[in-house]
């Protein structure tokens, strides 16, 4: 992946863990790479197949009673590293998600500006 050329807007944070994805019936491992408050990018299977629009529900076991389960859109599949669009998190995974973000980030006020975006945007579920 080439960064010198990335236009991400939101603060990613690199978080290496196994994750579940949920295409239509069908739920398998991925491994995720990064994530941000509006995104993730995972590495999956070769016979995953998903393709770019296809709805995806993620969802990362943190600890026995905290996970992130990320309603998604996937943007964009290179081989076997599939970037996934939020779509929607619910206030719980939000919560646990702006604590890891924050956790990795430099600067939390970059943090504080994507959530400012996203509540802008109406895209967060409370």
Avoid at 23 to 37: I, K, Y
Avoid at 47 to 57: E, I, Q
Avoid at 108 to 118: N, V, Y
């Amino acid at each position: 992946m080439n960064t010198s050329n990335d236009r991400r807007q939101f603060l990613r944070s690199v978080f290496h863990a196994p994750v579940r994805l949920r295409l239509g019936e069908r739920e398998s491992q991925a491994f995720l790479h990064d994530v941000s408050l509006k995104g993730a990018l995972v590495e999956v299977s070769a016979s995953w197949g998903g393709r770019v629009g296809d709805a995806c529900l993620l969802r990362l076991e943190l600890a026995s009673d905290a996970a992130i389960t990320m309603e998604t859109t996937v943007a964009h599949v290179e081989g076997i590293h599939v970037g996934l669009h939020c779509e929607r998190l619910d206030l719980d995974s939000m919560t646990h998600l702006r604590q890891l973000v924050e956790h990795n980030a430099d600067d939390p006020a970059l943090l504080e500006r994507d959530l400012a975006t996203l509540v802008t945007q109406g895209r967060a579920e409370v």
